[in-house]
């Protein structure tokens, strides 16, 4: 590279990679201009407001808490995943790698990177439309029984549908299913 000056921002952006800091409570007090790119926000729309406004409820206690950990000095590194929600309502699926944030050898926050996650979870073409449709059900939080009526076939096909849902995703639950579907954008 020699003395070609590397533009650090750039190269973030190109690694789909979101550096930010966040003061005791979780506002965040810095983010890189990267997550315009990302999330859809401006880093303006970004600092000083509280994590609700990018991560959707089901993550917020586990953020919360790796927070938590790092505040007490119980962690000194931490990495989780999580679905990060961008400005116009999609889901970004992220992988989070943060630190305490030090001032003069007192935490008064967390630093760390948010970098997007690419699911290797099989495309929507894998499914039939049939089991399309099962998958919905199933995300909706019907039970077998309820599929069979809605889908007006036997309970035995009913089961023998989800069972293909699940092998093709290659989960081992309902639950396992529905969530690797939604990180995937099939439902």
Request: net charge negative; proline share 5%; with cysteine.
């Amino acid at each position: 590279m020699g003395d070609a000056p590397l533009d650090v921002f750039a190269l973030l952006d190109d690694l789909e990679v979101i550096p930010y800091t966040a003061d005791c409570e979780g506002r965040i007090t810095w983010v890189s201009p990267t997550v315009s790119r990302l999330l859809g926000y401006s880093p303006a729309e970004i600092v000083g407001r509280e994590p609700e406004l990018f991560v959707p409820n089901d993550g917020l206690e586990r953020a919360r808490s790796h927070l938590e950990r790092k505040l007490c000095g119980a962690a000194q590194l931490t990495i989780y995943e999580l679905t990060a929600l961008a400005k116009d309502g999609t889901r970004v699926p992220v992988q989070i790698i943060s630190a305490p944030l030090l001032d003069e050898g007192e935490i008064i926050g967390a630093r760390g990177l948010a970098i997007r996650r690419r699911e290797t979870t099989p495309a929507r073409a894998v499914l039939t439309p049939r089991q399309c449709e099962v998958l919905q059900l199933l995300a909706e939080g019907m039970t077998t029984i309820a599929i069979a009526d809605q889908l007006e076939i036997s309970e035995q096909t009913a089961r023998n549908h989800i069972r293909a849902v699940l092998a093709a995703l290659d989960c081992h639950s309902r639950l396992e299913a529905v969530a690797a579907a939604r990180r995937a954008g099939m439902i």
